[in-house]
T-cell receptor, first 108, second 113 residues
Framework: EDQVTQSPEALRLQEGESSSLNCSYT??????LFWYRQDPGKGPEFLFT???AGEEKEKERLKATLTKKESFLHITAPKPEDSATYLC?????????FGGGTRLMVKP | GAVVSQHPSWVICKSGTSVKIECRSL??????MFWYRQFPKQSLMLMAT?????????EQGVEKDKFLINHASLTLSTLTVTSAHPEDSSFYIC?????????FGPGTRLTVT
């Protein structure tokens, strides 16, 4: 059974304090790993797709990396507007399996 | 990327009534749409896969007679919650796309009183 685990569940940072979110996965035949941002009461917003170990992608203050067992979402010098829940999901077939998400709170 | 819309964005209904939620793919031919449910402070859980022109496939534990899915065209899938109960109150999200990206609707907040 495909499993996706995100840690930590919640993370409080001061503005400018860089950190990383973790997404560990166990799937048979990874076709892609997705990162999303979700604001309260809204649908997830696509951030990145990673396909193979060693791949990295960046967007503004976010950088996603992938190994054979996990993915990291690095956030550099976060701002309060980065506060959201970050979800990762794996595609091992025709559906996505989501992790539980990490609630990020960035204080000014 | 593709644009997916949902209607309504929020709905309040009385227990025992039925509610229909529409999911439209505005610029993408969606042969497959996925319906997710999200309870407060929890992650998205797949409910069913909606296939254009054929029956939907439901995840284990999801009652197909309670959550009716119709996918009559490449741009529209509907989810009808029949005989809704307070425990059906949740955030319902549809999504479509391929292996490269999944496009999410904005979600529908259902509250059953």
């Amino acid at each position: 059974e495909d499993q996706v685990t995100q840690s930590p569940e919640a993370l409080r940072l001061q503005e400018g304090e860089s950190s990383s979110l973790n997404c560990s996965y166990t799937v048979s035949g990874l076709r892609g790993l997705f990162w999303y941002r979700q604001d309260p009461g809204k649908g997830p917003e696509f951030l990145f797709t990673l396909y193979s170990a060693g791949e990295e992608k960046e967007k503004e203050r976010l950088k996603a990396t992938l190994t054979k067992k996990e993915s990291f979402l690095h956030i550099t010098a976060p701002k309060p507007e980065d506060s959201a829940t970050y979800l990762c999901a794996v595609d091992a077939g025709n559906m996505l399996t989501f992790g539980g998400g990490t609630r990020l709170m960035v204080k000014p | 990327g593709a644009v997916v819309s949902q209607h309504p964005s929020w709905v309040i209904c009385k227990s025992g009534t039925s509610v229909k939620i529409e999911c439209r793919s505005l610029d993408f031919q969606a042969t497959t749409m996925f319906w997710y449910r999200q309870f407060p402070k929890q992650s998205l859980m797949l409910m069913a896969t909606s296939n254009e022109g054929s029956k939907a496939t439901y995840e284990q534990g999801v009652e197909k007679d309670k959550f009716l899915i119709n996918h009559a065209s490449l741009t529209l899938s509907t989810l009808t919650v029949t005989s809704a109960h307070p425990e059906d109150s949740s955030f319902y999200i549809c999504t479509t796309g391929g292996s490269y990206e999944q496009y999410f609707g904005p979600g529908t907040r259902l509250t059953v009183t």
